[in-house]
């Protein structure tokens, strides 16, 4: 198998890996929202945080083997930036990278606020309404969504190809 050929493989897997665990990780984190008790959100979101890391580590994955396996296949990733058209590759490059400010923007300021009300729930018992609210926070909502959204969109331009 030549190089181009295994860096494409590897980049459809850890794509799909991806695309599995941002999945995985919507359904652990309804799971938990849904959840009575403090300590059932507790185990939930253990399963949650498994999913996070794969999450965290094949979207970084993801997007090194996309850049060598364009660089390798010598394809312009970066489009009008390299004095060729918007294509697909272009188009999903662009919408991959539009998710990374959703860390420092959303994710880790509200991610103290979710921590703080889960601190003061306290290990079992009722669900308190601070950290209900915390779950349905519209904005991690918007932001998951649209990460979630945004690879699914990647993954299909990737696999369709469409201009």
Do not use: C, N
């Amino acid at each position: 198998m030549d190089p181009a050929t295994g860096l494409k493989v590897l980049h459809a897997l850890s794509g799909a890996l991806l695309l599995g665990g941002l999945v995985a990780r919507w359904v652990s984190l309804g799971a938990a929202s849904r959840a009575r008790d403090v300590h059932d959100v507790r185990t939930l979101l253990g399963v949650t945080a498994r999913f996070e890391r794969l999450v965290i580590a094949m979207f970084f994955l993801v997007l090194i083997l996309g850049v060598s396996t364009a660089v390798v296949q010598g394809r312009p990733f970066l489009g009008p930036l390299q004095g060729h058209h918007a294509d697909w590759l272009f188009v999903s490059f662009v919408l991959y990278i539009l998710t990374i400010p959703l860390v420092p923007l959303v994710f880790v300021p509200r991610a103290k606020v979710f921590d703080a009300a889960l601190e003061r729930a306290g290990e079992s018992g009722p669900v308190p309404d601070d950290l209900r609210a915390a779950f349905h926070d519209r904005a991690v909502l918007a932001a998951h969504l649209f990460e979630l959204v945004g690879v699914f969109v990647v993954f299909a331009l990737m696999v369709g190809k469409p201009f």
